[in-house]
Structure formats: structure tokens, C-alpha cells
């Protein structure tokens, strides 16, 4: 992935995404806060807010400990956090279904999310996000695996 900020670092940008497949998406960057919204069943556990010590929330930031920061509860006003939390529980459900997911947001400046994805797998390592959600609300890994 590459962040465009000039002309000039288009056809880099390009370059790079075509030398790994024919096909590539191309998205308007929404300069803002990376939040995280935990989702089990039909509840919105909570938003978590990331700080990557890279230009963004890169595989580099993901994978490797110390390459960002997480902080439980996401740091915004109520209001904000309530309605990422909403947006987050937009995400695909199926009646009968247990829904475990991970919806990812862009926090623009005035507080308004937007979404990058539903993450239907969310991971489950030590620099997860949902984890770090569950433990943040009281929940242990066990959690995950009884049936309710």
C-alpha cells in the first residue's frame, strides 16, 4: 500500500501495486484517527484506537510489538465513540450466526467515520486488535471458545 500526497509520487505509487497483480483499487486517503470496532453477536464490545509508529496502519505496524499504539477506550468524545460504535454494528450479519468481526473506521476531524473494512477473521496474535478490545471490556480468550 502507498500513501500519494504528490503528482510526483503517483506513478511510483502505481509501479509498486501493479508489480504485485493487474488489478489494484485506488481510494481517496481520508487523513484522520484509526479506530477499531470489536463486534460480538450483536454487541459493539468497543472501539480502540490505533497510533502506528508508520506513515499509516501498515503490515509493518500490524505485525510487529512496538510499531503502534493501541489505547482502550478510543480517545474521543462520547458522542463520536457512540457513533463509531453504531457504524460498526452495520457490518454483515446472518440470523442464527454468532457474528465475531473487526469493522475498521477513519475518524475525519470533525468525528465522522468512515469505513475501510469489515474484517469477518479478525486476528487473533499478540498484536491483535480485537483481543485487546475483549480484554479491555473484561473478557478472557476463553471467551471465544464456548458456545452460548
Known amino acids: 500500500m502507498s500513501v500519494v500526497n504528490t503528482g510526483d509520487e503517483l506513478a511510483p505509487a502505481l509501479a509498486l501495486a501493479f508489480s504485485y ?5 485506488i481510494e481517496k486517503y481520508i487523513r484522520g484517527m484509526e479506530v477499531q470496532v470489536g463486534i460480538l453477536g450483536e454487541r459493539a464490545l468497543g ?12 503490515f509493518k505496524a500490524k505485525y510487529e510489538h512496538g510499531m503502534s499504539d493501541h489505547f482502550f477506550p478510543a480517545r474521543v468524545p462520547e458522542a463520536v465513540y457512540h457513533r463509531t460504535l453504531d457504524a460498526g454494528l452495520g457490518g454483515p450479519s446472518r440470523p442464527g450466526l454468532q457474528r465475531l468481526q473487526q469493522s475498521g473506521f477513519i475518524l475525519d476531524a470533525a468525528g465522522e467515520p468512515s469505513l475501510l473494512e469489515v474484517n469477518t477473521l479478525p486476528g487473533m496474535t499478540a498484536t491483535s486488535l480485537l483481543p485487546d478490545i475483549a480484554r479491555g471490556v473484561g473478557m478472557q480468550f476463553p471467551i471465544w471458545l464456548r458456545r452460548s
Do not use: M, T
Open 47 to 58: 472501539a480502540i484506537e490505533i497510533v502506528p509508529k508508520d506513515v499509516f496502519y501498515s
Open 21 to 25: 497483480d493487474r488489478e489494484i483499487l
